[in-house]
């Protein structure tokens, strides 16, 4: 019993200093993003969210962090669905799958279309999704292999998807 008094004792000293590892937000001022596009130009990385929203930083990270910092509100890139990365930013595709603001779930493509649209595109990628995702993509960094990631290719005003050679049964 004295645990449990402690133990209650503790979180409420926790709270009221606010030293609990929670935050607590506006649902109101939550930005959910959808799809990420990033761009590797010039040395710098573009990261488009859509809607106009875009940032510039030295580093994936750091255009992420300039990226919370213009938008009014508080984006929020857990919700993000898929991220993009356009070619030939092939050096994107490391810090992509290094960083910890997207969830491992969320697919990861390439594509050789230099402005996508992030909206119009995402919403084809939600019917046409692949299976490839940022932790496949981990995975095969970790294991020293290039991601083979999935491209996304324009055709007829419109997209598709390249998984790839087909493995067989041969």
Same mark, same amino acid.
């Given at each position: 019993?004295?645990?449990?008094?402690?133990?209650?004792?503790?979180?409420?000293?926790f709270? +009221? &200093?606010?030293? %609990?590892?929670?935050?607590?937000?506006?649902?109101?001022? #939550?930005?959910?993003?959808?799809? *990420? @596009?990033? !761009?590797?130009?010039?040395?710098?990385?573009?990261?488009?969210?859509?809607?106009?929203?875009?940032?510039?930083?030295?580093?994936?990270?750091? +255009? &992420?962090?300039? %990226?919370?910092?213009?938008?009014?509100?508080?984006?929020? #890139?857990?919700?993000?669905?898929? *991220? @993009?990365? !356009?070619?030939?930013?092939?050096?994107?595709?490391?810090?992509?799958?290094?960083?910890?603001?997207?969830?491992p779930?969320?697919?990861?493509?390439?594509?050789?279309?230099?402005?996508?649209?992030?909206?119009?595109?995402?919403?084809?990628?939600?019917?046409?999704?692949s299976?490839? !995702?940022?932790?496949?993509?981990?995975?095969?960094?970790?294991?020293?292999?290039?991601?083979?990631?999935p491209?996304?290719?324009?055709?007829?005003?419109?997209?598709?998807?390249?998984?790839?050679?087909?493995?067989?049964?041969?």
């Open positions: 019993m004295k645990k449990l008094f402690f133990i209650l004792m503790a979180g409420a000293a709270w +009221a &200093l606010g030293m %609990l590892p929670f935050r607590a937000s506006d649902a109101a001022k #939550l930005l959910p993003v959808k799809t *990420v @596009i990033v !761009t590797r130009s010039g040395g710098e990385y573009v990261v488009d969210v859509g809607a106009g929203v875009r940032a510039v930083g030295r580093s994936l990270s750091e +255009a &992420l962090e300039r %990226l919370k910092e213009e938008i009014t509100g508080e984006i929020f #890139l857990p919700t993000a669905e898929q *991220v @993009i990365i !356009t070619e030939p930013a092939d050096d994107a595709v490391d810090a992509v799958a290094e960083e910890t603001a997207f969830r779930a969320a697919g990861i493509y390439r594509t050789p279309v230099s402005a996508p649209d992030a909206e119009r595109l995402g919403a084809y990628l939600d019917s046409h999704a299976n490839y !995702t940022i932790l496949d993509a981990r995975a095969a960094l970790a294991e020293g292999r290039r991601p083979e990631l491209r996304i290719v324009a055709a007829d005003g419109g997209w598709w998807v390249d998984e790839g050679p087909v493995p067989t049964d041969d």
